[in-house]
């Protein structure tokens, strides 16, 4: 759906996007993740024809986003971070002015707008301002408004940022509603937890660079190399270090009072032998449990120390933001 | 037929709002005064210059009154052009704008039609008053519409000049400015040269120099003169005769050769005048989609970094 090829966008010396390549297969829900200024929104402005990357190509469909700048528009809904409103215009008014810059006639609009209104649960605000919504209605409405020409890529910048807890809820249950309606998604965000619940694939960006993409199991798989293995225990902590230590397939990773956590290269079958072991030398095992990486660990190995990029931050703000 | 978008929601966003009627109250208002003011110099001339029929002096009416329209158009368009693009970027409401299907110059010309539209609500709720000296008699009917088509070359190129700042600025309050910096260089800058050049022919002549050369390409610059086209308008309209024509007549020193013989021909100033404003016109508008093209934009920002 969208291939992105050795992207690039220069300011002067500094480059907000290098060196970016992704796939984005038809159907996926894919999220961007990365700290302020690491290059997201540049990516998504040069995917929807608003900024001209420095080099590099990016298609959708096959077709060239720069070579066929109009064609690629009706293929594009993009939904911005911030949500400008015109005084004085109507819900349904607001959908048929998108609509018809698309061409598109009245009575199409009409029904479109109709069902995606429904969609996105504001039917009953068509007569409604705009500007009187309350911000998680906006951004819904700008969610439908994107979709009004039935576009087969969905763009969404931060979309959450700053909605209350249940207007969040309400566009993550949307965009998964969308996506299992077939549309890709591409969706920037910084809250990761939202993201890891929704999102099928991920792609983390650090100062300009792509540096991990794809399955967010997959690159937990790839980034922290094993598997984790968490097993409490009652009695014979040392019994149980020791078998650890013993095999050479596991490598503890801490001690506690009464848990052992522990990354390993074994198969099921051996995890279930290694834990049989230690139950046969008397060690009282209460329970075990893979240990899950989270995305927000995996973005802090991915992307490094926090705090020591700090200075590199404030020089890596975008431009044009 | 597919009346342009931006058209459609702005003139119905706008028609909603208190400012259009309160703008065409203030319209009205100050054509209103400025009519009784004019009758009543009118009057009171004919009462010094020997009880003249006051009728006979009604006519000027039509130039007051048309002078007033245009000069309030030419006040008013810039500003609501000027905010045009800059307030869409302020609202950012712009960059949505540019990933539909609209080019930039259909989004260029939908913002110039509004400013149009809007105009012609102004001059149209003026015609009862403008009307007053064709009822009275001593004009033609056909005037009328004479100064509606100049009211809406008017608009056009007042909104071309404002759309141009607008697509430059990010601000809407700095492309007012600049719009109206715009304005200053089409009235005093064409003309001013010409002046100059003239008051220093006048010198020379009164010390008895020769002078050489001619100020025909400055001359040329008049056919940009928005004062001097409104000139000749009302000339032709009133009197029957080029003001132009006899200007370069006088003026000029020397024989005025090529496109400067041709305006100066009866008739002529006004249609090559109209023709080089079109184009001026046409060429702010091609400039502000260019402006407002995100991918030429930064393409041009870019080679600028570059080189420097």
């Known amino acids: 759906m969208l291939r992105i090829d050795h992207l690039y966008k220069n300011y002067g010396k500094f480059q907000a996007v290098s060196d970016l390549s992704l796939h984005i297969p038809q159907g996926d829900l894919f999220g961007f993740v990365g700290p302020n200024g690491a290059g997201k929104t540049t990516t998504i402005r040069m995917v929807c024809g608003l900024m001209k990357p420095s080099a590099g190509a990016i298609s959708i469909n096959g077709m060239d986003a720069l070579a066929h700048r109009k064609d690629i528009k009706r293929q594009i809904g993009y939904v911005p971070d911030f949500f400008g409103v015109y005084d004085n215009l109507k819900v349904k008014e607001y959908m048929d002015f998108y609509g018809s810059m698309y061409r598109m006639g009245s009575k199409e609009i009409e029904k479109i707008a109709d069902d995606l209104l429904e969609l996105v649960n504001l039917s009953d605000k068509k007569e409604v301002f705009v500007d009187t919504l309350s911000r998680g209605m906006k951004q819904r409405l700008c969610v439908a408004r994107a979709l009004i020409h039935n576009p087969a890529l969905l763009i969404l910048d931060e979309p959450n940022s700053g909605l209350d807890p249940r207007a969040r809820v309400e566009m993550k249950e949307l965009l998964l509603n969308l996506q299992s309606m077939g549309k890709t998604i591409v969706i920037s965000s910084h809250i990761l937890s939202e993201l890891s619940e929704m999102c099928t694939s991920i792609g983390i960006m650090d100062r300009g660079r792509l540096v991990a993409a794809g399955r967010i199991e997959d690159i937990m798989e790839g980034v922290f190399g094993s598997n984790g293995l968490v097993i409490t225990l009652e009695e014979g902590r040392e019994t149980a270090v020791r078998i650890a230590k013993e095999n050479p397939r596991v490598k503890l990773e801490s001690v506690g009072e009464q848990e052992i956590r522990l990354s390993h290269t074994m198969t099921k079958q051996e995890v279930s032998k290694l834990i049989g072991e230690m139950i046969a030398k008397d060690v009282v095992v209460t329970g075990f449990h893979k240990q899950e990486g989270s995305l927000e660990t995996l973005f802090m190995s991915v992307t490094g120390d926090g705090d020591a990029r700090k200075g590199e931050k404030e020089d890596a703000s975008e431009p044009h933001r | ?308």
Not at chain 2, 161 to 180: D, Q
Not at chain 2, 204 to 232: I, M, R, T
Not at chain 2, 240 to 256: H, I, K
């Open chain 2, 1 to 308: 037929m597919h009346l342009n978008p931006i058209v459609k929601k702005d003139v119905k966003v706008q028609s909603r709002s208190m400012k259009i009627c309160w703008g065409i109250f203030a319209y009205e208002l100050i054509l209103a005064l400025v009519f009784f003011l004019a009758m009543l110099v009118i009057q009171q001339n004919s009462i010094y210059s020997g009880g003249q029929n006051i009728y006979n002096a009604m006519v000027w009416l039509y130039p007051i009154l048309a002078v007033t329209q245009l000069v309030i158009l030419g006040i008013v368009v810039p500003v609501r052009t000027a905010a045009s693009i800059s307030g869409e970027k302020e609202r950012q409401t712009f960059d949505i704008m540019m990933t539909t299907s609209m080019t930039p110059f259909s989004v260029i010309l939908g913002k110039v039609m509004t400013a149009i539209v809007q105009s012609m609500f102004y001059v149209v709720a003026g015609m009862p008053i403008m009307a007053l000296p064709f009822i009275i008699g001593g004009m033609s009917w056909s005037s009328l519409f004479w100064f509606l088509g100049v009211a809406l070359l008017v608009s056009v190129f007042s909104a071309s000049i404002g759309i141009l700042c607008s697509s430059i600025c990010r601000k809407s309050i700095s492309a007012v400015i600049m719009s109206y910096g715009i304005y200053l260089i089409f009235f005093l800058g064409t003309g001013l040269p010409y002046l100059i050049y003239q008051l220093v022919i006048a010198a020379n002549n009164s010390y008895g120099y020769v002078q050489s050369g001619s100020g025909d390409n400055l001359l040329l610059l008049l056919l940009l003169n928005p004062a001097v086209y409104l000139l000749e308008f009302f000339a032709e309209v009133m009197i029957g005769e080029s003001v132009a024509a006899s200007m370069l007549g006088t003026m000029s020193s020397t024989q005025p050769g090529g496109l400067v013989r041709l305006a100066a021909s009866e008739g002529r100033w006004l249609i090559i005048s109209t023709v080089v404003f079109l184009a001026v016109i046409f060429l702010f508008l091609w400039l502000a989609a260019r402006r407002i093209d995100p991918v030429r934009q930064h393409r041009r920002r870019q080679s600028m970094k570059s080189k420097a």
